[in-house]
C-alpha cells in the first residue's frame, strides 16, 4: 500500500498521532512574531505573520519521516514558499547555504545547501490541517523541508540566514545527525569515530558511564554487567552482545541495535530508547520505566501479518519486564499490541 511510500527502517505513527520530538514549546515570544530574511541578500527584510499570510500560499501534502523512525504520510502544510521570499530578498552569488533559526532557548538552528532548500521546496508553514499551526509542533510557523528526515524542519522560524559557508545546526553538531538526512539513504547519523579496536578497549573496562561514545560497536561482545549509566550511545551496535545486569540508566540509545542481544535483568530506566531495534532481544526483567519509546522496534514489522511470528525476530519479554503502559503510546500500533501482551497490569507504574 504505502510501502514505496515508507524509506527504509521507518514505520508508520499510529493513525492521527502526530509525535512531538525534540523541544517541547518556544522561548517567550515577542508579542509581534516576526521572519527575518538576513546574511548574503541584497536586501535584508523581515515579514509579520500578517505581512506572511498576505504572500501567495501553497498547501503540500508531505511525507513526514523522523530519523527515530516513525513516518507521518500526507501531512498537510499551508504556507509560503522559500523562493517567493527569497525572491524578495535576493541571496547574492556568494551564497551557497541556507540556515533556519529558531526562536528557542537552545538556538535550535538547521541548515542545507541553498540550492537543494530550492530543489527540494522548502517552505514556510503556517497551517496544518487547515488550522493554524499549534505550538508544540512549530507555530505560529516553522520551516518544512519534504524529502528530507524532520529534523531539517525547524519549529518556531524567526530567521534565515543566507551563508557562504556550511553552518550545522543543533542535531548535526550536538547529536551527531547526519547532514544530508536523506531518508531514502537511511542519513541518520555520521559515523562512528570510534574503531572497532577502540571500542574493544573501550569496553574492556566494563565503566563506560556517562562518555560520549556515538556509534560504538559492541557486537558479539560478553559484556555482562557493563556500566553505562547516562553515556551518549546513539547509533551503537549492541547486536547479540551479552548484556545481562547491565545499567545503562539515563543513557541516549537513539537507534542504538540490541537485535537477539541479551539484556536480561538490565536497567534502561529513563533512557532514550528512540528508534532503538530490540528485534530477538531478550528482555526478560529488563527495566525501561521512564523510557522515551518513540519508533522503538521490539518485533520485526515485516513479520507482524503472520499468526506465527519467527522466535528470533521477536523480543523476549515476561511479565518481570518493566514498562510503563504509557509509553506504549510513543509505539507504532502493532508494536504496541505485541509489548502490551507481555505487561501484567500491576508493572506497569
Ligand atoms: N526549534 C526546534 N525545531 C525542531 C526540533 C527542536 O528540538 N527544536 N526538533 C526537530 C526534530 S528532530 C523533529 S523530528 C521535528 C519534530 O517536530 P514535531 O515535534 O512537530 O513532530 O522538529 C525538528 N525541529
Ligand atoms: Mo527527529
Known amino acids: 500500500m504505502n510501502s514505496d511510500r515508507l524509506p527504509p527502517g521507518q514505520q508508520l505513527a499510529a493513525p492521527g498521532k502526530w509525535p512531538l520530538v525534540g523541544e517541547r514549546e518556544p522561548a517567550p515570544a515577542a508579542v509581534d512574531?516576526?521572519?527575518?530574511?538576513?546574511?548574503?541578500v541584497d536586501a535584508?527584510?523581515?515579514?509579520?505573520?500578517?505581512?506572511?499570510?498576505?504572500?501567495?500560499?501553497?498547501?503540500r501534502s508531505i511525507?513526514?519521516?523522523?530519523?527515530?523512525?516513525?513516518?507521518?504520510l500526507g501531512a498537510k502544510f499551508t504556507g509560503v514558499s522559500l523562493a517567493t521570499l527569497l525572491g524578495d530578498a535576493r541571496p547574492t552569488t556568494e551564497a551557497k547555504f541556507i540556515s533556519f533559526v529558531a526562536h528557542s532557548s537552545r538556538g535550535h538552528s538547521t541548515s542545507l545547501p541553498l540550492e537543494e532548500a530550492l530543489q527540494?521546496?522548502?517552505?514556510?508553514?503556517?497551517?496544518?490541517?487547515?488550522?493554524?499551526?499549534?505550538?508544540?509542533?512549530?507555530?505560529?510557523?516553522?520551516?518544512?523541508?519534504?524529502?528530507?528526515?524532520?529534523?531539517?524542519?525547524v519549529k518556531w522560524l524567526t530567521g534565515i540566514e543566507l551563508l557562504a559557508e556550511d553552518r550545522l545546526g543543533y542535531w548535526e553538531t550536538s547529536a551527531g545527525y547526519?547532514?544530508?538526512?536523506?531518508?531514502?539513504?537511511?542519513?541518520?547519523?555520521?559515523?562512528?569515530?570510534?574503531?572497532?579496536?577502540?571500542?574493544?578497549?573501550?569496553?574492556?573496562?566494563?565503566?563506560?558511564?556517562?562518555?560520549?561514545l556515538l556509534g560504538l560497536d559492541g557486537s558479539d561482545r560478553e559484556l555482562t554487567g557493563l556500566q553505562a549509566r547516562g553515556s551518549l550511545l546513539r547509533n551503537a551496535n549492541f547486536q547479540r552482545a551479552r548484556l545481562s545486569g547491565?545499567?545503562?540508566?539515563?543513557?541516549?540509545?537513539?537507534?542504538?541495535?540490541?537485535?537477539?542481544?541479551?539484556?536480561?535483568?538490565?536497567?534502561?530506566?529513563?533512557?532514550?530508547?528512540?528508534?532503538?531495534?530490540?528485534?530477538?532481544?531478550?528482555?526478560?526483567?529488563?527495566?525501561l520505566r521512564g523510557a522515551s519509546l518513540f519508533g522503538a522496534?521490539?518485533?520485526?514489522?515485516?513479520?507482524l501479518d503472520s499468526a506465527h511470528a519467527e522466535i528470533s525476530t521477536a523480543a523476549i519479554l515476561d511479565a518481570n519486564t518493566r514498562i510503563d503502559r504509557v509509553a506504549l503510546d510513543a509505539l507504532t500500533p502493532q508494536q504496541a499490541e505485541f509489548v502490551a501482551r507481555f505487561l501484567d497490569t500491576d508493572s506497569s507504574s
Open 246 to 287: 547491565a545499567c545503562f540508566a539515563g543513557a541516549n540509545l537513539s537507534n542504538a541495535r540490541f537485535i537477539d542481544a541479551d539484556l536480561r535483568d538490565a536497567s534502561l530506566t529513563n533512557a532514550d530508547l528512540e528508534g532503538a531495534n530490540f528485534s530477538g532481544c531478550d528482555l526478560r526483567g529488563a527495566d
Open 44 to 59: 535584508p527584510r523581515s515579514w509579520s505573520l500578517n505581512e506572511l499570510r498576505e504572500l501567495p500560499q501553497e498547501t
Open 120 to 153: 527540494l521546496g522548502v517552505f514556510i508553514a503556517l497551517i496544518f490541517a487547515g488550522a493554524p499551526l499549534t505550538s508544540e509542533h512549530g507555530g505560529p510557523v516553522r520551516s518544512v523541508t519534504p524529502g528530507r528526515y524532520f529534523y531539517k524542519s
Open 178 to 212: 547526519h547532514n544530508r538526512a536523506d531518508p531514502w539513504h537511511e542519513e541518520r547519523f555520521v559515523a562512528s569515530g570510534i574503531s572497532k579496536h577502540d571500542a574493544a578497549r573501550i569496553l574492556a573496562e566494563r565503566d563506560i558511564s556517562d562518555r560520549d
Open 33 to 40: 512574531w516576526r521572519v527575518c530574511v538576513a546574511g548574503l
Open 297 to 303: 522496534t521490539f518485533i520485526e514489522p515485516g513479520r
Open 63 to 72: 511525507d513526514i519521516h523522523c530519523v527515530t523512525r516513525w513516518s507521518m
